[in-house]
């Protein structure tokens, strides 16, 4: 699957994960693309980093995370361009979302598998 659809389960995943408050998937897509149109008319990522800390239940950090989530997945053209402007947060939410990718392949694969053994099984379409 694209990254953006997978922004709201990898941050809903992560964020169960670490303990942080997320109140549904549609919150996490309505404040991930907010984070892009912010950025379309400001680009500083600090500044958007409050945006998100002012308009949400997060607080700095998890707003960090989840602006560098939302930039790599929903409008990658907002990155900073410069090494220094928060690199590591965008470098572990791309992990964070690769992680996530393989381990959903992994399953779609399983799946594949138990519906090919499940054929066999008289009574199973």
Not at 64 to 86: K, L, R, W
């Amino acid at each position: 699957p694209p990254r953006s659809t997978l922004f709201p389960y990898t941050t809903l995943f992560r964020s169960k994960k670490e303990g942080v408050p997320v109140p549904s998937q549609e919150y996490v897509m309505t404040h991930g693309h907010a984070v892009c149109d912010f950025l379309t008319q400001q680009p500083n990522f600090a500044d958007a980093v409050r945006f998100v800390q002012q308009s949400s239940i997060w607080d700095e950090n998890q707003s960090t995370d989840f602006a560098a989530g939302a930039i790599v997945s929903y409008c990658p053209q907002n990155e900073p361009t410069s090494a220094d402007q928060m690199q590591p947060a965008y470098q572990n939410t791309l992990s964070d979302l690769q992680a996530i990718q393989s381990k959903l392949q992994g399953i779609q694969g399983d799946l594949h598998d138990i519906d090919r053994d499940l054929e066999g099984i008289p009574g199973h379409p």
